[in-house]
């Protein structure tokens, strides 16, 4: 897959080096949930038909975190998790276009004449709920519209679980609330948080449960405070932990940044500054306070046991 950056105005050469007939799938596509999903393969199967590359466009960095809306919460899938899932979905041109003021206020018709037609897309495939141009005043079917004969246009309807519509405002709802149970249905896979293991408080080792702490390396929508059972990827070696999600009430009073911290299941090695990828798969309880250390460490012990129980289980 190759990945393509545009801004608006885009460059005459860029969109020429780039211009063929092509299948896009086009969407803001934070969490890659199974709505995107099914909106991503309905465009692969679509250009394996005519035989044709497929592209995805997505917008870079998210609108709501760029107008300030005071509602952006981070991200579900942080570009580069983005790359690697579109990348594994069989995408042949990944085009991140930047999302800024000027863009913003870019209007449908200009966002069709400027980047679409030049670039000679065939096909856009968007989602039923897909919003494009200054205020999101267009739509799909100002955007069939605008196609006119040079670009058709394919809906691809609501994805629903259980009678429910999937979608990303969804997802961080339920990981905020603890349902990462709800989160991983809808997401189609486990919810990853990637970083640098840092430095903590060294207190993990002298209480028999060494913990490494995560420094995320992106804005990510933060789970609730709380235990999850996880599986972890340092050096290209997968482990199996338990994680505490949270601010460590048993020793610290007040509103901290929460910290990611992973105890590792038969590991005993220094890995401070490596990268790690933490998948959470299971909720376990939420994070608090405990009157003595000997307590935490008891509760500690049970929640390592119940994490490996979950572990061994199931299919996450
Ligand atoms: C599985 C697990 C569960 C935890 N649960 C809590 C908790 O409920 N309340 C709390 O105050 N700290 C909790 N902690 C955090 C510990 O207080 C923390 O790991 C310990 O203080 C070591 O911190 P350090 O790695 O910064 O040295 C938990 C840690 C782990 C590994
Ligand atoms: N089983 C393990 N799980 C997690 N970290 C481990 C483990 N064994 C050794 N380590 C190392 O110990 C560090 C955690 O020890 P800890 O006392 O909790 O220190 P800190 O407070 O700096 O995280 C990790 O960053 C890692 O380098």
């Not at 991503?40 to 998210?62: G, K, N």
């Not at 490494?212 to 990510?220: I, P, Q, W």
């Not at 709380?226 to 340092?234: E, F, H, L, N, S």
């Not at 935490?296 to 572990?311: K, M, P, S």
Request: glycine content about 8%; aromatic content about 8%.
């Amino acid at each position: 897959m190759i990945t393509v950056p545009l801004s608006y105005p885009p460059k005459g050469e860029v969109l020429q080096k780039h211009a063929l007939p092509q299948v896009m799938a086009m969407g803001q596509f934070d969490g890659l949930h199974m709505g995107h999903q099914s909106v991503i393969r309905t465009a692969v199967s679509l250009a394996e038909r005519r035989q044709c590359p497929v592209s995805v466009m997505t917008f870079h960095p998210h609108p709501k975190e760029v107008m300030k809306k005071g509602d952006y919460e981070g991200y579900l899938t942080p570009i580069a998790e983005k790359k690697e899932l579109l990348k594994s979905m069989g995408v042949d041109v990944l085009y991140i276009m930047e999302f800024n003021e000027a863009f913003s206020r870019v209007s449908p018709q200009q966002f069709v004449e400027d980047v679409l037609f030049p670039l000679q897309v065939q096909t856009a495939v968007v989602g039923f709920d897909f919003r494009f141009g200054h205020r999101g005043e267009g739509d799909e079917s100002m955007l069939r519209e605008l196609g006119g004969a040079r670009m058709t246009v394919e809906t691809v309807p609501p994805f629903q679980l259980n009678g429910e519509k999937v979608s990303s405002s969804g997802i961080r709802k339920a990981l905020r609330e603890g349902d990462l149970a709800r989160a991983l249905d809808w997401l189609g896979r486990s919810y990853r948080l990637q970083g640098i293991v840092s430095d903590g408080e060294k207190r993990g080792r002298t209480i028999g449960f060494p913990t490494a702490n995560l420094r995320l390396n992106d804005n990510y929508v933060i789970p609730m405070k709380g235990v999850y059972a996880v599986r972890a990827t340092v050096d290209g070696e997968q482990l199996k932990g338990v994680m505490n999600v949270g601010v460590k009430p048993t020793f610290h009073e007040g509103d901290l940044q929460p910290s990611f911290e992973v105890h590792l299941f038969d590991f005993d090695r220094q890995i401070y500054g490596e990268w790690m990828a933490v998948e959470l798969c299971h909720f376990i309880r939420p994070e608090r306070k405990f009157s003595g250390v000997q307590e935490l460490v008891t509760q500690i012990r049970n929640d390592a046991d119940t994490a490996r129980q979950l572990l061994s289980s199931s299919r996450l």
